[in-house]
């Protein structure tokens, strides 16, 4: 599959909806079985996954298989049937599959955001409603960037009332997931301002997604426009999202500890490379007198480094896991400004290790490790792409600000 030239404006030509799964998606048992079936997952996406990457093939029968393992619930609460695993058992998982496939890893992303935001803000009738939904394998997308307001958080979707359901006007970008999935969550504004999530059905009149995706990296997350024509959106499924950054809640380092864990898994994908590279087909420099090219002390020093450095991303993001865990289970100020804290710190060195390992492989693995046939650049390409999410330059100020100053991170979805 080559890269979509539709037209934006061409709705005609939009990507038709995909059917919910036949069956009951698995009900994950505990954080033990999480990780066995990441990892068993994992091993069947790494095959074709640099094929995916090279004919941008989306990976609808992968996206199935994860979301029907019951990954995609694991932080659905015991009181609704789900599994609540540990949100350092939660980031783990994103990094094994995302080391296998970053693209998959992102998919999830703002799924699982989602479903810690209707545990946060909805009701208990809304939660028992949409976490059934999760629980059977619905999958959500997502609707919230925009392409041209001047900031981030500056939304022009809006909804208006119309008696049982509201009825959504704007236009989306970034919309990672949303071709493939069941229900689609949408940031829009209600009169007074405030950002909700109206979850439309995939397939309702006036919702149109188009594959415009055209980025040299994270090429398969299916991330594309969202046209939205007087979307009619049930009142049940209005989610008062702005809630989550009316007072201190992990929502918005639990959007981003998924963000971490997409980046560090990409690092291990690049090192995993370097190494099988460097093992089986990189040649010794002429003027080492060595054999093989495993045995060069610069790149034994080199690889080391980068390992070390891995593991303290990896180590950070346990740490992040555990310190939002603990935001869940009692928000307030401190708890939620630890979790922030830290997870901005595994934000910093994932994003460092995640561009530094995708660099240094093509350094260490040498000029063959350049070719098509390799399509090693996909790494880099990904590392690169995913890390503008959220500048790490603003990371370092967030901090700064709170050890120096005592000044609490910002509440919102990028903090």
Known sequence: MTLSQVNTENAAKA?????RPAERAHVIKDDGEAIAVARRLAAEFVQGSAKRDRERIWPVAELDDFSQSGLWSINVPKAFGGPEVSYATLAQVIEIISAADSSIGQIAQNHLGVVAAIRTVSDLEQQKLLFTEVLKGTRFGNAFSEFGS????????????????????????YSSGALLAHLVPIVALD?????????????????????????????????????????????????????????????????????????????????DETVAFVRTKSRAWVDSGLDHAWEDPYTIQAVGDLALRLHAAQALLEKAGRSIDRAVLDPNAETVAEAQIVTAEAKILSTEIAIAATNKLFEL?????????HNLDRHWRNARTHTLHDPVRWKYAILGKYFLNGEKPPLHAWS
């Not at 990507?15 to 059917?19: I, L, M, S």
């Not at 693995?365 to 046939?373: D, F, K, M, P, Q």
Request: aromatic share 8%; charged share 20%; proline share 5%.
């Open 15 to 19: 990507v038709p909806a995909v059917p």
């Open 191 to 271: 009169d007074q301002g405030r950002a909700w999530y109206a979850i439309a059905e995939r397939d309702a009149p006036g919702l149109t997604v188009i594959d415009d995706w055209s980025s040299f990296g994270q090429r398969t997350t299916l991330s594309g426009t969202v046209l939205l024509d007087n979307v009619k959106v049930p009142k049940t499924h209005l989610v008062p999202g702005y809630k989550g950054y009316e007072v201190p809640t992990a929502d918005g380092a639990i959007f981003q500890i998924i963000q971490v864990a997409v980046d560090t898994g990409i690092a291990q994908a690049a090192i």
């Open 365 to 373: 693995a040498g000029t063959r490790s350049t070719l098509a046939e």
């Open 150 to 173: 001047k900031r981030a958080v500056d939304f022009e979707t809006r909804f208006t009332d119309a008696g049982d359901h509201v009825v959504v006007n704007g236009r989306k970008f």
